[in-house]
């Protein structure tokens, strides 16, 4: 009877996303001119889709609360909701990219004390191809990952953020990019420049282990905390402002279908140097199995 509410959640995340391929009036209060049908939405569903109701539907966010019980704090759900509200309110054309149940929420651990949840959401749009918002939820362990893809026809880094909470008096990492995908790019981000100069605290060494200067920039965000007062007072207004910068630059740069081919090649490149080297695959694998995290690194997380 102790894993009744676990059988509940898990269940629970399934019948709510494997109804998106039928009408969801209801559910978006849209009238009857919303449905989706296969992966694309009409017309009118497209003008007024809103990712904060899709992420209720898909993978119950808001989390007001932690999996593990109430004494955790679920830091990142501030930020992850300002993440929604974003898209909602700057990108008009946002489209749900399809992702299956078990990887839109997924939930581990055999016990309340070692339980786990991933939620993710993929979205796409004019000027992105592919934006991913990653939720993980363990108790004490708290992470906010996103990856932000430019169509291939835009020459353009992609957006690169992750922050981890270890506790609230525990380590914290900040790290955000715009992550180049070749040389030229590294120029475009530049503009991390003011942040860096309005939070000093995020011009930190980090590994090279993990992060050389393949798909990294010189002007790659990093900031190591000790507590999560500071991830909210530096990380959280950093990535708000990052978010801004990056698309205000992807909108500024020019559309070249001529690049496209080789703009295509090097994401893919990059897709598989971190499919290769992503330090979270270790953790995916012990949490959620073996099999899953494989697959999630490589068709979710980065695809």
Known sequence: KRFDWF???RESSRSCVGARKIAQVSAHG??????????RVTEGAKQMFDPIVHANDYIQNPWNASVRGDEYNVLFQPLFSWMLKYLRENLNDLEVVELDSDHALHVGGISSERRTRMGTLLFQSKLFRRIRLTHYDGGNTQVLNSLWYPRHHIDAPLLGINLISFGPNQKQL???DFQPLQDSHKNLAVPLGEI?????ALNQSISARFYDGRFFSPSMLVGKFNCQSDMKSIGFPATRRAVELYVQMVRSCPE???KKEALAKLQQEYNSYNIDKDPSLSIYKAEFG????QDYIENVKFA
């Open 30 to 39: 849209l009238g009857s001119q919303y449905m989706e049908v296969g992966s």
């Open 174 to 176: 900040c790290i955000i």
């Open 290 to 293: 073996a099999a899953w995290g």
């Open 7 to 9: 059988r509940t959640l």
């Open 196 to 200: 860096y100069h309005t939070f000093p």
């Open 256 to 258: 070249d279908y001529s």
